[in-house]
């Protein structure tokens, strides 16, 4: 089969030190995602496999890099028709499904923007983030298509809704837009540095910022994608991870990097992680890369562990692992688990590799080849065994370009040329970096970053709520859960209303973010200027 050249930074294996100290980034002045993740495949290797997608019902359905590219070219074509126009923000608001990776091409093959979407978000998530980003169209399945009606009336930018399940007008049906005739259609000539994809932040200290990303950034992801993967990509590898693509790690940590480098992506959306299914979902298709969020791989070790796993490495990231799960990673799955560190912001600049370095159980591990990351306080770079920042040098191909619509928060995220991540850490003195608190309210739960306004907001919805604060607490298999303190006005009842409020945030913000502990409190902790102190309730 035809291949197109060898696209490994790495060709050659050799120490953390070395690959570091010989690494230079090639980054072209003119690029395109598209163009890098499937057109160049379709042009040499049309009938080469891109995705496996494996539907709830057991069907199993291939994509082959040309039908990408045939499909994504014609709703390229479809979605310029309907007035989108480059730099127009395309919300993808779909699960693990072929269709998103079509509507990630298309709407970077016309210079548009991507906006991925998590399909649990509620009414006020989802509201904010096409609002915010003024999103001109937007992708999204029978499921979530009534949502998304619903809120339409309120979303002067929003011209487009286009639905992969039945349709009726005024909605767009997306098998109809890829059946569009493409042969005139030639993409968009987009510079590296020119907008691509844009990522919510959870919200940590106020409402979500947009990050708005540039074609640059698939560079910036791969040296710890190829290290954290066992030197990837190697003949028969194959990709699959659980983590859903409207974040940035199931969608850069895997998914995007699997058509760049040509490996086979496999497609399936668990309605609920099942630990045995997934397992099983491995071996039945011979996945040798995955990346799996921490609580996922610890729901993994309570299950039976499929026979027939072709696991070569496992690479995760969000929350420190501990000495024991690597050690059954090795012993039960076959294969190394190596972390990495990153954010929204700047993905995937810390790593710890077995093989390449020392393993520090709890450690993040060392920068990444082509990232230069330190530890900074006030006065600058702190010394072996001192807590700082978790700072990384500016300009880096996997930053950020700008907050949307946000000038004054991306002012203080990127500070005397180094970006500001917001945690704390040590560093040792072999350059080890590990964990060692957060300086903002984030909570990391079950793989997901949740951020504690959004949820505040919705509690205060209820009637009978005068004041909430929503901080993490410990839990040994999610790490953290979300636990909500309330106020409640004078002689309102509280039975039932660990339930209500529950449901309210269901509804309104996702089910991942529901408290699992509402705690009624006669007041909250607050700052002589009135702002709660949520580091106050934490362990309460």
């Given at each position: 089969?035809?291949?197109?050249?060898?696209?490994?930074?790495?060709?050659?294996?050799?120490?953390?030190?070395?690959?570091?100290?010989?690494?230079?980034?090639?980054?072209?002045?003119?690029?395109?995602?598209?163009?890098?993740?499937?057109?160049?495949?379709?042009?040499?290797?049309?009938?080469?496999?891109?995705?496996?997608?494996?539907?709830?019902?057991?069907?199993?359905?291939?994509?082959?890099?040309?039908?990408?590219?045939?499909?994504?070219?014609?709703?390229?074509?479809?979605?310029?028709?309907?007035?989108v126009a480059p730099g127009d923000r395309v919300?993808?608001?779909?699960?693990?499904?072929?269709?998103?990776?079509?509507?990630?091409?298309?709407?970077?093959?016309?210079?548009?923007?991507?906006?991925?979407?998590?399909?649990?978000?509620?009414?006020?998530?989802?509201?904010?983030?096409?609002?915010?980003?003024?999103?001109?169209?937007?992708?999204?399945?029978?499921?979530?298509?009534?949502r998304v009606m619903a809120l339409a009336p309120g979303l002067p930018d929003l011209a487009t809704v286009i639905t992969t399940g039945p349709a009726a007008a005024p909605v767009h049906a997306f098998d109809t837009l890829i059946a569009t005739d493409p042969r005139r259609f030639t993409p968009r000539d987009t510079a590296a540095e020119d907008p691509a994809v844009m990522i919510y932040t959870s919200g940590t200290t106020g409402d979500p910022k947009g990050v708005l990303h540039a074609h640059r950034f698939l560079y910036g992801h791969l040296p710890c994608m190829e290290l954290s993967q066992g030197f990837f990509p190697q003949p028969g590898d194959v990709g699959w991870t659980p983590a859903d693509w409207a974040w940035i790690g199931g969608l850069m940590d895997m998914a995007i990097p699997c058509l760049f480098y040509g490996v086979p992506l496999v497609s399936h959306r668990f309605a609920k992680f099942d630990p045995e299914a997934a397992l099983r979902l491995m071996a039945e298709e011979r996945v040798t890369n995955a990346f799996i969020p921490p609580t996922a791989l610890r729901l993994m070790r309570q299950a039976r562990v499929s026979d027939g796993l072709a696991l070569r490495a496992i690479g995760s990231g969000g929350e420190a692992l501990g000495a024991d799960l690597l050690d059954w990673g090795r012993e039960r799955l076959g294969c190394p688990i190596n972390e990495f560190y990153g954010q929204t912001e700047a993905n995937l600049v810390v790593a710890a590799c077995d093989g390449l370095m020392t393993r520090v159980p709890g450690a993040m591990g060392l920068p990444v080849p082509g990232h230069e990351v330190t530890l900074r306080d006030a006065t600058g770079e702190v010394g072996t065994g001192q807590v700082g920042e978790v700072c990384v040098r500016a300009p880096d191909p996997v930053m950020f370009l700008r907050y949307w619509n946000k000038p004054e928060a991306t002012a203080k995220k990127v500070v005397d040329g180094w970006l500001r991540t917001g945690d704390l850490a040590t560093r040792d003195a072999h350059g080890q970096i590990t964990f060692h608190a957060r300086d903002d309210d984030v909570i990391t739960s079950a793989g997901y970053?949740?951020?504690?306004?959004?949820?505040?907001?919705?509690?205060?919805?209820?009637?009978?709520?005068?004041?909430?604060?929503?901080?993490?607490?410990?839990?040994?298999?999610?790490?953290?859960?979300?636990?909500?303190?309330?106020?409640?006005?004078?002689?309102?009842?509280?039975?039932?209303?660990?339930?209500?409020?529950?449901?309210?945030?269901?509804?309104?913000?996702?089910?991942?973010?529901?408290?699992?502990?509402?705690?009624?409190?006669?007041?909250?902790?607050?700052?002589?200027?009135?702002?709660?102190?949520?580091?106050?309730l934490r362990g309460a």
């Open positions: 089969m035809p291949d197109l050249p060898d696209r490994r930074l790495f060709r050659q294996r050799a120490g953390w030190d070395a690959l570091r100290a010989g690494f230079r980034w090639a980054v072209p002045a003119r690029m395109n995602i598209a163009r890098l993740c499937c057109d160049d495949w379709a042009a040499v290797a049309p009938d080469r496999v891109a995705v496996i997608h494996r539907h709830a019902d057991g069907r199993r359905e291939t994509w082959t890099y040309g039908q990408l590219k045939r499909a994504s070219d014609g709703l390229a074509v479809a979605l310029a028709g309907l007035g919300a993808v608001l779909l699960p693990q499904h072929p269709a998103v990776l079509v509507t990630h091409l298309a709407a970077m093959k016309l210079g548009a923007v991507s906006l991925p979407l998590f399909t649990l978000f509620g009414e006020d998530a989802l509201r904010y983030r096409l609002s915010d980003s003024g999103a001109k169209a937007v992708v999204t399945d029978a499921a979530t298509l009534d970053r949740i951020g504690p306004v959004e949820i505040e907001q919705a509690l205060a919805t209820h009637p009978d709520v005068v004041m909430a604060a929503v901080v993490g607490a410990p839990d040994p298999v999610r790490t953290e859960i979300v636990v909500a303190h309330v106020v409640l006005r004078d002689g309102a009842d509280w039975s039932g209303m660990e339930q209500a409020l529950q449901a309210i945030v269901r509804d309104k913000v996702s089910a991942h973010c529901v408290p699992r502990r509402v705690i009624r409190a006669e007041s909250l902790p607050m700052t002589a200027t009135g702002k709660i102190l949520r580091r106050a």
